[in-house]
């Protein structure tokens, strides 16, 4: 990586990016993000519009550029989007593809992981040097959740179903380092501390919110997902990195 060639993040306002971002700043860097919405650059950071699934201004973005970080994604449409940004990084010449992936990619038969996996093998065929780093679900995105379900009467328990939420911050610490060192490929998943079922999720936040504990009750996810989550093919158990900050610390920090 030459010191004048920025890196380009894909996502770079997002929950994750928010925080790789500045890591990559800190490092001495120059960072481009390609953004949907027009913004004035500034401290080193350089915003390119365009659209990943439209293929629109992708070229722009990634010209330039030797390392790609691809931060981006949604419910649908992320082997579309990395379809599109893996033919612009070829183009450019990119020397290294950095993904971020979702854990249970591979295992959970649904749409969306379906996408997930799809786009880790747009990455992984593109003949560009590449890494690709799957995470669990983020505390953020546990924290949505949890708030939605504790406002009905009852706890929704599914069972079987367990999570290992990790904090966007030991993830991002993660992608900067990778950004920063040479292609890897599939590197360790990476996933936090504890393992929870939903009733020991929604526990501190009610706690901390100064909510009474609702009642439990027990449904069944139907089919070969409901399957697969009750094997665990979402979680690492072994063989993974583990982040530092518990879904407990989260939610203290977050709401009280």
């Known amino acids: 990586m030459t010191a004048t060639s920025p890196i380009l993040v894909t996502g770079g306002t997002g929950t994750l990016g928010g925080r790789v971002?500045?890591?990559?700043?800190?490092?001495?860097?120059?960072?481009?993000?390609?953004?949907?919405?027009?913004?004035?650059?500034?401290?080193?950071v350089e915003y390119v519009t365009g659209d990943l699934l439209a293929d629109e201004g992708v070229a722009a973005a990634t010209a330039?550029?030797?390392?790609?970080?691809?931060?981006?994604?949604g419910p649908k449409g992320d082997d579309v989007a990395?379809?599109?940004?893996?033919?612009?990084?070829?183009?450019?010449?990119?020397?290294?593809?950095?993904?971020?992936?979702?854990?249970g990619a591979d295992r959970v038969p649904l749409a969306w992981l379906r996408s997930k996996l799809a786009a880790e093998r747009a990455v992984s065929d593109s003949g560009i040097p590449w890494t690709t780093l799957r995470a669990a679900q983020f505390h953020d995105l546990a924290l949505t959740m949890v708030s939605k379900l504790t406002k009905l009467p009852f706890l929704p328990v599914p069972g079987g179903l367990r999570l290992q939420p990790v904090d966007a911050r030991d993830v991002a610490e993660r992608l900067a380092q990778l950004a920063l060192g040479e292609p890897s490929a599939l590197v360790r998943d990476l996933a936090g501390p504890n393992v929870y079922d939903i009733a020991a999720l929604t526990a501190p936040y009610l706690t901390g919110r100064g909510k009474?504990?609702?009642?439990?009750?027990?449904?069944?996810?139907?089919?070969?997902a409901g399957r697969a989550y009750r094997a665990g093919a979402n979680l690492t158990?072994?063989?993974?990195?583990?982040?530092?900050?518990?879904?407990?610390?989260?939610?203290?920090?977050?709401?009280g």
């Open 21 to 44: 971002v500045p890591l990559l700043r800190a490092a001495g860097h120059d960072v481009r993000i390609l953004t949907r919405h027009a913004r004035p650059s500034a401290d080193g």
């Open 82 to 103: 990395t379809h599109n940004l893996v033919r612009a990084a070829s183009a450019a010449g990119v020397r290294h593809l950095v993904y971020i992936s979702v854990i």
């Open 237 to 255: 158990l072994t063989g993974q990195d583990v982040g530092k900050r518990t879904w407990e610390d989260f939610v203290a920090e977050t709401v």
């Open 212 to 224: 009474r504990h609702r009642p439990t009750l027990p449904v069944r996810i139907p089919g070969k």
């Open 64 to 73: 330039g550029t030797e390392t790609v970080l691809h931060l981006a994604g």
